[in-house]
């Protein structure tokens, strides 16, 4: 049997429906922003310099805070283990992960940036979870369309190598194309349009050979885009259900339309369509 004590910790950690439960979860993400900006604040060396051991202090003070509220969490849970397998129980846990390994890795103490999954929270406490359908929506578009990103991919990735290779024969070594895998580095940063800048062609043929990779990257670019919106347009349509306005035989409102998006008149109810 749970305890009075873990249920009224269950209350305030858990319970976003009640007041001291939600100023709980708006305290916890105030102090998840002020964590992750003072481990920011600590990269810039002006401030490392002058405010390193204030800087170290309030992280170990932050990740106290966030031990004591996942092992409270584990303690009112009334599913404890479905909690700990959860995303946000991996998440909470994962947050504060980092500052324990920089005692035994220098540098891992920058990681717990990651905190900021925890700031996802905000939708649930601010009752925002209906634009998550949203997101919902794009996740769906960008799953249908996976098989084709992989098999553009996979055109990119020969083309790359072919090219990288072919450069690797005409510049050689003494033009910084110092191996096949190098080349083919040059080709990718070339026909993905960022060019560094590092290695540069330097005969006729190279460089011609350069100009036509940038206008195949050029082309190409726009593939991606195009097939993840083609899926979300077909992800948004099915979203929609073809109710049709009797007034003006509009159709393609949304599922839960009460009015007419053409006319403004009411929709008839789905049953009565049903019945019809």
């Not at 990288?164 to 110092?178: A, D, P, Q």
């Not at 960022?194 to 726009?222: C, E, H, K, N, R």
Request: glycine share 4%; with cysteine; net charge positive.
């Amino acid at each position: 049997m749970r305890s009075q004590m873990q249920k009224a910790i269950n209350d305030v950690i858990f319970g976003t429906d009640t007041p001291a439960g939600k100023r709980f979860d708006l305290f916890l993400i105030y102090a998840i922003l002020a964590s992750v900006l003072v481990v920011i604040l600590d990269t810039v060396m002006s401030l490392h310099d002058s405010y390193h051991r204030l800087f170290f202090l309030l992280e170990w003070f932050f990740t106290a805070i966030f031990t004591i509220e996942y092992a409270l969490r584990i303690y009112s849970s009334p599913l404890r283990w479905q909690y700990i397998r959860s995303f946000y129980g991996i998440v909470d846990f994962v947050s504060i992960l980092p500052s324990y390994l920089s005692l035994f890795f220098v540098g891992s103490s920058y990681l717990v940036v990651v905190r900021l999954l925890r700031v996802l929270r905000i939708f649930r406490v601010l009752k925002l979870v209906r634009y998550l359908n949203e997101a919902n929506v794009l996740m769906r578009s960008m799953r249908q369309a996976r098989r084709k990103i992989l098999l553009f991919f996979c055109v990119v990735l020969v083309l790359t190598t072919i090219f990288g290779s072919l450069m690797y024969v005409i510049e050689g070594r003494e033009n910084g194309f110092t191996s096949i895998p190098k080349s083919i580095y040059w080709a990718v940063i070339t026909i993905t349009t960022v060019g560094y800048g590092d290695i540069t062609p330097q005969s006729a043929l190279g460089q011609t050979l350069a100009a036509i990779m940038m206008l195949i990257g050029y082309s190409i670019i726009a593939v991606p885009t195009g097939i993840i919106t083609a899926e979300l347009a077909v992800e948004i349509n099915r979203q929609r259900e073809i109710r049709e306005c009797k007034y003006c035989h509009a159709i393609s409102h949304d599922a839960d339309a009460v009015y007419c998006r053409k006319c403004g008149k009411k929709l008839p109810e789905q049953d009565d369509e049903a019945e019809s």
